[in-house]
Every structure is written in C-alpha cells, then in structure tokens.
C-alpha cells in the first residue's frame, strides 16, 4: 500500500479490548495501527494526512456476526455493494454474511466467487460464513475443511436449525477437527409451527399464532448436551430470554466452548413494537415481552451474551407487504445498529466499553479475525463516533437498497461520523 | 524367524483375534510361512483336509476373501462349497440359526462365515458341532485379515515388535482395524489410529492405542500405513462431506507418506477406493504391499484351516 499515513487527533481513544480510554491520537501506516496515545499528534507525524476528531470517540470498528446479502441470487433486495454502503455509515467494518443465498454459500466455489466480488465491490470486509448443511438441507454436512480453506470463517445453515441431532453431532464433531465455529439458530421449527410472533397475552390478542420460548430453550439445551459430547465450537446466533441464558451460563460454568449472541432489535425493541401489526417487526425469533428484553441487556451488560449483531436481513416490498402472518422475517440493521444500542449506554443499562466489546472485540475473538482492537499492528479498521448526536432515522434515506427498518422515524443520540477500513476513510457524516 | 511351539494354537474356533495370546498368533504365521512354499511350488496340494468337507456361507458379498478361502481350502485337499445369500433359504425368511442347523445336519467339518451383524459367527457357532471361522462379522473382527496383514509385515520387515503401524481411515466401520489392532499390539508394535473423528469407535483411546484426526502427524516416523476402505455410502455427507474432501485430508498420497519412515510400507485390505484414500501412485508404487497381501491371504487361510482341522474329531 502506497497511501500516505493517516493521523487521527484530538481523539477520545476508546479500546474496549485493553481498556483504554485518554485523549490522544492515532497514527494510522500501510492500513495497520502504527502509533497510538496521547503523544500522537499532527505536529509529531510530520507529512501525514490529518483527520481531526474533535473530541469524538475512536473505537475499533463494529464486527457485525449474522448479515444477510442479496448476492448472489436476489440483488434486487441487497448487493454487497449496497450492503457495504450500509455497513460503512453504521460503523460497520467487517461483515460476516450468512450463506443464506441463492445458490447457498455449501461449496468452496462460491466462497471464492463472494469473497472476490467482496473485494471488487464492498466498501468494508466480508467474510463469509459457509453452510454447515449441502443446500441448507439439515441433512449432510458441507465440505467443512475445503471451505475454510477457501475463506469461510464459520459454519452455520443461516437462519435454519438443524434438527436432526444426529446431523448436527456428526458436523459438530466433525467442524471440531478443525477448529471451525459452529453458530446455529437455536429455534426448533417445529415447535415454532405456524407462529409468527412471541406465545402469549399479545399474540392472542391480534389473533395471531406464537412462537413459544421453548422453541428456543429445547434446541439450546439439546445443542448443549451435544456441544459436550463432541467438544465442538459453538455459537448460539440470537438467543431472546432469560431461560435461555440460565442454559448458556450453566454450559459456561461446566467450561464448554460455547458462546450467545443476541441481536440489537431483541435488546431495543419488544413485542409491542409491533402495534398495529408493523411487518417490519416480524422477526424470527420474535420479538419478546419486555421482561425477557430486559433480561437480554443485562445478560449482555454482565458479559454472558457476548455478541450483538445486527441480524441485518433485508426484504423487499413483495415480502414484507403482505399480510402478517404471510409476510417475511427479518429487518435491515447494519446502518442502526451502533445508534440504537447507544440508546442503551445513554439509559444507563449498558455501559460504552461492553457495548462497543460485544459488537467488535468479542466477535473477532470468537470468530478469529485480527480486529476488534486498537492496539498497535492490528488492522486500521475504525469508528470515530459522536456519541451525543441527534438524528432521526429515516427510512428512505438508508444506504441499504431494502428499506424494512423497525425504526423508521426513531431519534437516536449518537452517530458515527467516520469510519475507516484498512486505513481508508470509506464513510464521513455530512449534514444535510 | 524364531520358531515356536507350532501346537500352540488349539482352539476350536477362530472367532476373532480377542482372546489369542501372543504364541497362538505366532505358530500360525509359522504355519503360513509354510503354506507360503506350498502355494509357490507347481504342485500346491497337500493332503491334510482330504475327505474333510469345508462350507463357505456367505452373507455379505465377498469376491476376494471367499475366493482364498476356497483356494486354501482346495490346496489342503478340502471338498469346498460355497454358499451366499442370495442362494440360501436366509431370503425366504429362515433365521441364521436355523440355517445353521441345517447345514450343521450335512456334518461339514469347517464352516467359514460371513455375516454382516457382529457377534452372528459367534452365534452360529454355538449352534454347530464343527470348527467354525469368521470370514468377518460386522464392524467387529476380521481375524484371518489382521493374521495376513501381520505375516506380510513379518516377511517385510523381520519382526512386529517395536514398529510404529498407522490404521488410517474409516476405524469406526472397520471390522479390519479392529483385528488389526489387537493383532499388532499383542505382537508388540505401537498401532496408532487416523482418520477423522467422525470415523472413529466413541471410547477407542481407552483401547491404549494413540489417536490422531491429522495424517501428517499420525504418520510422522510410521514404519507401516494400513489404509482402511471408505464403503461409498459414508463418503456423502454423513460421516465425511465428500470424497474429495476426504481425499484432501485423509487420502494417502505421497506427499502425506513422506511424513513416515522413508522405508515405510504401505497396506490396504481391498478392494481400494483409489481417489479416496489412496492415491494410484501409492498404491501401485514401490513401497506398497498390497499384492502380497492377497498372496499371504491364501497362505494364511491355510495354515487357519490346518490348524483348526488338527483338533477335529478323527473317528
């Protein structure tokens, strides 16, 4: 890389990896972090470009574990282009996309085919995360070694679970040889059946079939049982209430290799967002009652959810709509996620470090990517973010080429004003 | 070659290598040493099973097990008949014990069984007043196998005790490995098992043996490779993605033998899957054994037929 370095001043450096927070700047060379600290300004880094924070926060940028693409097979919802466009104003820099795609991410060919195109056209990283199932199936594992060999840094069947255990314990023993990551999403299908938002008091209300909580816990538990039995790695992609942390603490405290996310609309939203039967709020798995949200924050607040993702899944008028019930799960995240989760370091409910932690440090850990840090050799891959800035979001407005946001006309405080991938300036907020 | 007690082998049966000590192994060896002259001279028949009657049944399939045992058979002088499944009464719904009843009434001398259920031979041979060998039982023992396989090592390599052997592959369904490995441990080698998890019996590193899911490791200094046969339909998915997945890790070609001893030997019990576990030019290079083996079957077979025949009723 040829590039002139970039030094960043006057900055709050925030490391939610060691623990730094001071004044200081950054002194970024051939798109890794040369220089980091109070010392480091634009007077000490003589023939450096200059971007002056003027107070903000720089942070490792996000690392976001479960987006959806629309390529290949349905760019009219999203590209990685778009995609990345969204990633890059959301703070996003490393995206890892589900293989929920058509054809799906099961051969080590299409790997290659999405990490190129990643590279011609996304604005920030892409990493692909393979099919665990041939075809999404649930029924024989995918070429596990050749597609990590190829570029694929988990495995998972996106947002199916497999159900047969026998399956799953043979890819999970067999994902263990090679110390690949497993993340799974833990929602038995059948006991969901036809429900589309959470079992109880509100579905019965809108006359709507529910999806119990135990369609997560039973899969959770048995996922468990098998995690122990096969030493696999594994990751519960978005868990939704408090049962399912009692399951994941206990797998934790018996020391298996297990780790839980939860999604931002899980931690921001609940089931009465939903009011006037908002399709952009069917989720899977659903919304839940509040209790169970609060109890989401503050698993994630003391660290026993690890990750929080954006579950970015964008969905185009034909799906989304239509009546409930018919209608498709999921919502775009990339570009809110950061903002709506600032909502609750503003509340008090989380604090700065554990947020930015579980939406960078924590996912390049458990994925293996060098990120999530600003120490000094790891990649320039940054945040410079506003933490007091109001805005509204506004649907029409959002990068993504799908519009099916759960918070159109939300205000939030606090906005990501830059952000830089290997060292480039990819994204610089500019009043309109 | 040290010879032994040649009558140390006395039992009744061959059901498995379980249970044989280490001079029962050896004076059969001893034994197909011999038989190995034999099978070499133009005259290769002996006299020692005349009059004896040998029936082979078969319910799996087998082209070249049946047909050393027939030849073997047929070398000591045995009147041989051959019988497989798809010809018994086994289709029309008669039990395996009741089929052996039946054939037990024609008063053979040597049954040799094949069955696709562990522990049917053993069965069977409780129900039969003749000297019955396993020809392979399910995933459990395969003995004259593991007896070849420990000759040819033997004739290649002077003695057993001391090398470090390799079983690489498909260890869970392997009735194979599982003769093979107690076969060479009770001879004194260091057996290690390879091949993906997966692949491998649930409890097997509490046999004493070392388990390795990495070929380049499990083979580092081996002195012999034993690869074990992928059945086609574990290659799909179910227990490995794909043939040529496994092939990339557990496939043996040379770069992978040149992890063991530069001298090292390389075996296969057939019929091979060449593409899948290995490479055409390990099997048909210099260092592969594979077509003795088939030789040694024959020898081997024999001196188990003569063995078992010296402790048959002669009156």
């Known amino acids: ?432 | 070659m040290t010879s032994h007690n040649p009558y140390a082998f006395s039992q009744r049966h061959l059901l498995g290598i379980e249970g044989l000590n280490r001079p029962e192994i050896e004076s059969l060896l001893d034994m197909a040493e011999e038989a190995v002259s034999v099978s070499r001279q133009i005259e290769k028949k002996k006299a020692t099973l005349r009059g004896r009657t040998q029936i082979n049944l078969f319910f799996e399939p087998s082209t070249r097990t049946q047909s050393s045992f027939e030849l073997a058979g047929k070398r000591l002088g045995a009147d041989v008949m051959n019988m497989s499944v798809s010809s018994s009464s086994v289709k029309k719904g008669e039990t395996l014990i009741d089929t052996a009843m039946t054939l037990n009434a024609m008063r053979p001398d040597i049954i040799v069984v094949r069955h696709h259920a562990a522990g049917a031979v053993h069965l069977l041979a409780r129900k039969v007043d003749c000297s019955v060998v396993n020809a392979g039982d399910g995933a459990h023992e395969h003995p004259t196998q593991a007896l070849l396989d420990a000759l040819t090592i033997r004739r290649n390599k002077g003695e057993i005790d001391g090398l470090i052997i390799a079983i690489c592959g498909d260890v869970l369904h392997s009735r194979v490995a599982r003769s093979n490995m107690i076969c060479l441990a009770q001879l004194g080698a260091r057996v290690r098992l390879v091949g993906p998890p997966t692949l491998m019996p649930p409890g097997i590193e509490r046999f004493g043996f070392e388990v390795f899911h990495d070929m380049r490791a499990g083979l580092k200094d081996a002195d012999i490779v034993m690869m074990l046969r992928l059945q086609r339909e574990r290659m799909n998915g179910g227990f490995v993605p794909s043939s040529r997945e496994y092939f990339r890790y557990f496939g043996l070609d040379e770069e992978k033998l040149s992890y063991a001893k530069p001298n090292a030997l390389v075996m296969h019990p057939g019929p091979m899957n060449r593409g899948v576990e290995i490479d055409s030019s390990v099997a048909d290079g210099a260092q592969s054994l594979i077509r003795e083996q088939v030789e040694m079957g024959v020898a081997v077979r024999m001196a188990v037929l003569e063995a078992l025949a010296r402790s048959l009723p002669n009156d």
């Open chain 1, 1 to 432: 890389m040829t590039d002139a370095p970039l030094v960043l001043i006057n900055a709050r450096l925030f490391d939610p990896s060691d623990g730094r927070d001071e004044r200081g700047g950054l002194l970024i060379e051939n798109g890794v972090i040369a220089a980091i600290g109070p010392a480091v300004s634009a007077r000490s880094m003589h023939g450096a470009r200059v971007h002056d924070c003027q107070g903000n926060v720089l942070a490792p940028g996000l690392i976001d574990m479960r987006a959806f693409m629309g390529e290949p097979g349905a760019e009219h919802r999203e590209t990685l282009r778009t995609a990345s466009e969204a990633a890059a104003v959301g703070g996003v820099t490393t995206i890892i996309c589900m293989p929920d795609t058509t054809p799906a991410i099961d051969d080590p060919a299409v790997v290659d085919f999405l990490m190129r195109r990643a590279r011609d056209t996304s604005l920030v990283r892409v990493h692909p995360a393979a099919a665990l199932t041939k075809g999404l199936q649930g029924r024989e594992m995918t070429e596990i070694g050749l597609l990590r060999e190829a570029g694929a840094v988990a495995f998972t069947d996106g947002t199916r679970s497999v159900t047969d255990a026998q399956v799953f314990r043979r890819a999970l023993t067999y994902a263990a040889m090679f110390g690949a990551l497993v993340i799974h999403h833990v929602e038995d299908p059948c006991l969901v059946g036809d429900g589309v938002v959470n079992e109880g008091e509100f579905a019965s209300r809108l006359g709507l079939l529910g999806v119990p909580r135990e369609a997560e816990t039973l899969m959770l538990e048995r996922d468990m049982r098998l995690v122990r039995l096969t030493k696999g790695r594994y990751h519960a992609a978005v868990l939704t209430c408090r049962d399912s942390l009692d399951i994941l603490a206990k797998a934790k405290s018996e020391g298996l290799t297990v780790t839980g996310g939860t999604s931002i609309n899980h931690l921001a939203l609940n089931e009465n967002d939903i009011g006037d039967y908002r399709t952009f709020l069917k989720l899977a798995p659903p919304l839940r009652e509040e209790d169970e949200r609060r109890a989401m924050v503050e698993a994630v607040a003391d660290g026993l959810i690890d990750v929080i993702v954006s579950d970015h899944n964008p969905q185009d008028v034909e799906t989304k709509r239509q009546p409930f019930a018919e209608s498709a799960n999921g919502a775009v995240g990339l570009e809110t996620m950061l903002s709506a989760g600032l909502r609750l370091v503003h509340d008090g409910s989380i604090p700065l470090r554990r947020l930015l932690h579980a939406m960078s440090t924590r996912p390049a850990e458990i994925v293996g990517l060098p990120g999530g840090t600003l120490t000094l050799g790891a990649p320039a891959d940054l945040i410079e973010i506003d933490l007091e800035k109001p805005w509204v979001v506004d649907a029409a407005r959002l990068r993504s080429r799908a519009k099916n946001t759960p918070f159109d006309g939300a205000r939030m405080t606090g906005k990501v004003m830059t952000t830089i991938v290997a060292g480039k300036i990819v994204h610089q907020y500019r009043d309109v």
